[in-house]
């Protein structure tokens, strides 16, 4: 039971790895949901064995033992392993549980006081001009979508690129993407392997943007040129938007810049990538499913509703 458990833990190490490579091997659009699900996957069978973990340990306690109502003895690994990743288990799930409700309450502000800023912008269909000295652009989700620009970034751009800007925006909003860039800020608090998998989530959706983009004003290397621009006008400024909106400074630029000036992505082993990624996420589910299972099996016997 305590080997199962520790697979869901082991597994997100090796999703940074596999999360770079996807990106460079499939599609964005393709990258982006395969990375997404693996890493929210992972963190909840990581949560799930951290909690099994915590539980297998109170119940060694005769006091949470009589609240179980178990007549035996839980049947575990000895106590010198059960006891410490239980503790360890119940600081992580504290660390975490803090951590997640720090960030969403941090973001949580940011987006409202984004809101109420682009609300006190008279709009033009999606678009909100807000007049400010820092160079900013961003796609602002709700009802409805919005596409937020200040004054300065404005003043950046030629007519063309702020064109190539907007559109790359539009495709942020079109395609959803704070979704992914939240399950991904989820998925950091609960495993710290998938931290680098957050940056990594960010890129992939910029990436499909800037693809977006390119395709709406028919010239890839326009697109680059209006988000370099973009990413020199906003470099050093500081921005207070929420870490699940997207914008189209965010990222390693130049990686960004490099792809849209090469040629489209054509997948070289993108089934190999998909299939490892698929076989890390199955693994996990499997293992925490049956060490789940193995542990109420235990508790039903140490209850004396099952033979041994």
Known sequence: ????????????????????????????????????????????CSLAALGSFMLIGLLK????????????????????????AAATSVGALAVCGWTLVRSVLRQTRAFRAAQAEAGRRPAAGDLCVVDSPRPDAYALPGRPHRIVVTTAMLRSLDGSER??????????????????????????????????????????????????????????????????????AGQGAHTERPGFVPAATAGPVPQRVQALLAAPLVPRAGRAIAALLLACTALSCAASVAGLADFHHRVEIAQGDEAP
């Open 61 to 84: 306690v005769p006091l949470f033992a009589a609240v179980g109502e178990l007549i035996h003895p839980l049947r575990t690994a000895s106590d010198l392993v059960v006891l410490p």
């Open 163 to 232: 064109e190539a800007l907007f559109a790359h925006e539009r495709a942020h909003n079109d395609g959803r993407h704070h979704y992914f860039l939240a399950a991904a800020e989820l998925a950091a608090h609960c495993h710290p392997a998938l931290r680098p998998v957050r940056d990594t989530i960010r890129l992939a959706a910029e990436r499909v943007a800037d693809e977006a983009a390119a395709a709406s004003v028919g010239d890839r290397r326009l697109t680059a040129r209006a988000i370099a621009r973009a990413a020199l």
């Open 1 to 44: 039971m305590t080997a199962l458990l520790l697979l869901p833990l082991l597994l997100p190490f090796a999703l940074p790895a596999l999360a770079r490579r996807a990106l460079g091997r499939l599609a964005p659009v393709a990258a982006l949901w395969a990375v997404t699900v693996c890493a929210v996957v992972l963190a909840g």
